[in-house]
């Protein structure tokens, strides 16, 4: 774990001309425009489109920065040591390593959350929503109007044991809120019947992961729907593109349950291209550790991402001890 320098500088400026803030953190400095985000730092400086920034700003922080690397494209990002973040440019990139023109400001975990989410309100336009599909949302640009706190602070599903049991997160449906989604119209919506013996009823329990899913309002936004130690099923639907390019920091388990995903997969530090990799309904990817992914989802589909949660697991594949790929074929 990398310590966090003592004190790193935030400072949130006057709004622009455009009626947009600009941040300050370390020596990075963000600002915006009516359609770009603008990224600068001691060697170098960097435009990333508004409405991909802001899709890719609001799953850095909802997730916490995630497992290993954030790579909102293939300069700018941020890495987890859960405690810390560093927030880089071109650290992963190896034209910017070769010319040293990379840059990484290490922060403690509350300080970079409180930029970014003060970052992700005050660049967020009413009307737009960073966790909603292209086609479900408006538009992200423009000189500023109004905002989306509503959309951006959503409670993220993270299920003590199981999505539907007593006192845990519970079924979707129109009632609270979430219709079927328009792609999703042909999912049956059954319940399973469950009969425990008299004493268990506590410790039985079963759902329609299908139709629960079918109602999820957000694309790439994986929850966690049921737990079994550090054995996590983090199932999301998906349609348009990953709005990061995660890097791992542990092996992840994909199954694709409906429809098609087509990866791209890199070397996580480099960049280079490793393979693409055509997901269709019923396959399964284990993902190594030392790789980098963005999926593309023609139309909406249901992908189960599972994740070991061990805080041990990024240690033991740096130090050698476990190996990037969990399966030899
Ligand atoms: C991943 O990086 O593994 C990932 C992230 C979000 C998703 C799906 C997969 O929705
Ligand atoms: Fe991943």
Redesign the pocket.
Known sequence: MTAADAAVSTQVHEPNEFGYRSFTLGQFQFSRDEYFAYVSWPTGQHVISADAFLRALQ?DIAWEF?YGIVNFDGVVGTMNHYGSVDLFAGRYNDAYRKAELDHVETLDTPVIKSVFTAMLSDWTNAGFDPFASPEETGSAFGPKHGDNDAAISRHRVTAQRMVSLAGDEPLRSDENGHPVNRMFADVEQDEPEVHAEPGFESEVGSFNLFAYLSRSPV????SVVSVCRDSLYCP?T?EYI?P?I?G?DRA?W?VQLTDEIIWDVEDRDTGRKRAKVVMKAGDVAA?PSDIR?Q?YSPKRSM?L?WENASPEIPELISSGQFPTQPVEF
């Open positions: 799953r995630f694309t790439w936004n994986p999301t998906e990953l990061i995660h791992n992840e994909f993902m992914h999926g992908l991402v």
